[in-house]
């Protein structure tokens, strides 16, 4: 379906999905948060007539108060304080500072973000860190849950959450209940076949780890990675 096939109200929302958000104008901007038009104008009319009362400007607009945009025909309270709302949330935008993403340097640093999440579980948890490549993390999630002698760990899954991030680097990890640190086959098993298909996506495993209450063991340091 193109564009053009659309109702006019609809096109904006399409084009923002199909095109990405720096494609859309001002105007279709404004109507996405509006909904809609009046009778005589569509959602996309509407918001230009509004933003050319203050000249295209932003900051002008975030100077009307609700009773002020409620004199355009077609804008109840409801969408006034929508718009009202929208230009609130990008003034507070601006006023903040980026966060840093924290940036993980070594097996340790790993650990310590997990270890919240591993050490006294009673049954088995897979757990994976999403990274860019400055190995700063982007997401991080529980994959997959178990009984106590183990859980399936489904590779398929791990990537498809690593591509929808946008991930070039992955940790995973999960924790053994019953204590013991050592590695058993499937562990060693499921390490290298996600380093392999890691290989044909270019994400790359930097590291397995196993939590069991306060201590870790890592595949990189021992030298299997």
């Not at 004199?71 to 840093?100: C, D, H, N, P, Y």
């Not at 990890?173 to 060693?188: F, M, R, T, V, Y």
């Not at 290989?199 to 990675?225: P, R, T």
Request: charged residues 25%.
């Amino acid at each position: 379906m193109s564009i053009k096939s659309l109702a006019e109200d609809d096109r904006p929302r399409e084009k923002f999905l199909l095109k990405g958000k720096a494609a859309v104008s001002d105007s279709e901007l404004l109507a996405i948060i509006m909904g809609s038009g009046n009778r005589e104008e569509s959602a996309v009319e509407l918001a230009r007539k509004i933003l050319n009362s203050v000249e295209n400007n932003w900051h002008r607009l975030s100077q009307l108060s609700v009773k002020d945009l409620m004199k355009f025909k077609g804008v109840g309270e409801a969408k006034a304080i929508s718009i009202a709302t929208a230009l609130e949330i990008g003034s507070r935008r601006s006023q903040q500072e980026v966060l840093e993403r924290e940036q993980i340097s070594g097996s340790k640093d790993a650990f310590e973000i997990l270890l919240p999440h591993l050490s006294d579980l009673s049954t088995e948890e897979f757990w994976a860190i999403f990274l860019n490549h400055q190995n700063k993390i982007i997401y991080k999630t529980c994959l997959f849950r178990g009984g106590i002698a183990g859980t399936v760990a489904d590779i398929r899954v791990l990537f498809k959450v690593a591509l929808e991030h946008f991930s070039t680097r992955i940790i995973v990890a999960h924790n053994h209940p019953a204590g013991s640190l050592k590695p058993c086959q499937e562990d060693i098993y499921i390490t290298n076949k996600i380093r392999e298909a890691g290989k044909l996506l270019e994400i790359e495993l930097l590291d397995h780890l196993i939590i069991a209450q306060n201590k870790f063991y890592s595949f990189k340091e021992e030298g299997i990675l």
